[in-house]
């Protein structure tokens, strides 16, 4: 099973609030989940369920016949996978994938490549661009260990897979490995090459910020000239 947790959109991307309006980031959190889901969609293999009670989130569950497993107390991603993967392991779900919601230039050969490398018995982690975060998390079987997300959840979670003395697999993968967070994230999804719904929004974004502040500079410059 591919778990996304997703928690509500109408209040994402805070740590892009000193360049973007909350509208602008909702925008661009349903963008950059439109394009993880529909990369899903392209390739098969496990189910899909989305770890929600986003009604955005929940309507492209069901454009794209994925499952929902409702996140109502929409606490933090931590929460809701425990609750996923609790409802896997009751359900004899072999295996979890975690993949998250603002991963946008995720590809299907990189899903492929998690698969291909997972061990009968174990986990793959694949690292954010930064090596602190975690992008991606396999565990077969589903409950291997708990998972603890944040801002430097790689090397906790790589801890806890050697903990369980299974096999376990690193993978560097470009696409997965961009989460966007930050406006240096914004940037380095707008300049990736690719067409994809969230970076066009980050061109527009990056952009107008850019001609902004050229605009502030142009008219500091002129303030500056006066008599």
């Not at 980031?25 to 993880?36: G, I, K, N, P």
């Not at 946008?104 to 990189?110: N, T």
């Not at 897979?161 to 096999?167: F, I, L, N, R």
Request: hydrophobic share 45%; glycine share 6%; net charge negative.
């Amino acid at each position: 099973m591919i778990l996304v947790p997703v928690k509500s959109l109408g209040a994402a991307k805070q740590r892009l609030s000193s360049i973007l309006s909350q509208p602008a980031r909702t925008d661009l959190a349903r963008a950059m989940l439109e394009d993880v889901v529909e990369t899903f969609s392209g390739f098969g293999g496990d189910d899909v369920a989305l770890v929600t009670s986003d009604s955005f989130a929940m309507d492209l569950a069901a454009i794209h016949g994925f499952g929902v497993i409702h996140d109502d107390a929409n606490l933090s991603e931590t929460d809701a996978i425990e609750t996923a993967t609790r409802l896997c392991a009751s359900r004899g779900v072999q295996s979890t994938l975690v993949i998250p919601a603002d991963v946008p230039l995720i590809s299907a050969s990189e899903l492929d490549a998690i698969y291909r490398n997972a061990p009968q018995t174990g986990a793959v982690l694949v690292p954010a661009h930064d090596l602190r975060g975690t992008n991606a998390i396999l565990r077969r079987p589903a409950a291997l260990f708990p998972l603890r997300f944040g801002n430097d959840s790689f090397l906790p979670h790589l801890a806890a897979a050697k903990a369980t003395g299974q096999a376990h697999v690193v993978l560097s993968l470009a696409g997965i490995g961009l989460d966007i967070d930050t406006p240096e994230d914004l940037q380095k999804l707008a300049l990736a090459p690719g067409q994809r719904r969230s970076q066009v929004l980050a061109r527009k974004f990056t952009c107008a910020l850019n001609t902004h502040a050229l605009e502030l500079v142009i008219t500091h410059d002129v303030v500056a000239e006066k008599p």
